[in-house]
């Protein structure tokens, strides 16, 4: 059984090692393709925030329909900070981080006392008044007219300019964020984590401190999206409002559920999935449809997103593992097979050598 469970965990690290290694090399695959890069920079970004939606929503149970405002609230304060008070890219980033997690925990103490879609409509809330702010401060955000000039970021004095920079910065903090989640849902916070998802009351007789683990894991999920958010600003230069709205906010969702809650991953794959699609459908809708406004994304995405609940509940990641639970066990019974097989053989030879 022990053997068994090696080969298993041996295999999953081989299939991670090359999916990585894959992800590191996909600009030598494209040859350098800016348009292609662009796109793969997107599915980072989406993935740092879906990654913290998802142990938000998978694996502690609590919706957010807010979670583009923590996004903004990292790219204005990034953006503020390295423009207008001349402070290095990291710090500003880092102080986004920290003023989204602050922010998170002054919402989450009243929002978090309450459940399913009254904690949604409350979050929703946020999001909007986020984006209200956002769009009258205009001494900070620049209202409507967007916030431009933004630096770009630096390393060791060195702009990241180029997007084969940029996607590896990105690619960095994405497994970076995959890494530290994975660690969060194997430990004992992520055994409480799914205790409050099951059943908050059993949780609570059990000693868990409900409110402290849904603070810490609301707080997390604005730090992912607060960093996702300051790459964005230095690697596009000019953001405004609408970036950051309910619209986002929903998209993100949608991105989860893609994906699927079950996996860490789920944020990963939900936001490729969904990049690649809206990038299919930029080009083929205009050809089927020459008329059609950019409300199709919405209409097509909403419809997506119910045929997932309905007929794919547990997301791509569901479907995945189970294909490859299979994978995996059909790989152990055969190993099991040659092994008992030799085994016979060796046991027949030294028999005839008796």
Known sequence: ?????RMTDGRKRWLLLVGAAVWLGLPWLVFGNNYVLSTLILIGLYALVSTGMTLLMGYAGQISLG?????????YASAYLTAHAGWPSWLALAAGAVLA?????????????LREHYLALATLGFGVIMFTFFKEWKEITGGL???????????????????????????LFV???????????RSRVGRALRAIHGSEVAASSLGVNIMKYKLQIFMLSAVYASIA??????????INPDLFGIVPSIYFLIMVVIGGTASVWGGLIGAAVYVCLGEWLKAVVPLLLPNAGGEFEIVFFGLLLVVMLIYMPNGLTGVMQKRMRRFLEMGGRQEKQIAAVEGHKARSIGGERG
């Open 1 to 5: 059984m022990e053997h068994g469970q």
């Open 67 to 75: 979670q583009a405002a923590f996004y903004g609230i990292g790219a």
């Open 101 to 113: 997690a602050l922010v998170a925990l002054v919402v989450g103490i009243p929002v978090f006392r």
């Open 145 to 171: 007219n967007g916030f431009f000039g933004i630096p770009p970021i630096r390393i060791a004095g060195v702009p990241l300019q180029s997007d084969l920079q940029f996607y590896y910065l990105v690619s």
């Open 175 to 185: 497994l970076a964020g995959l890494w530290f989640a994975h660690n969060i849902v």
């Open 229 to 238: 958010g300051s790459l964005y600003a230095h690697y596009v230069t000019f």
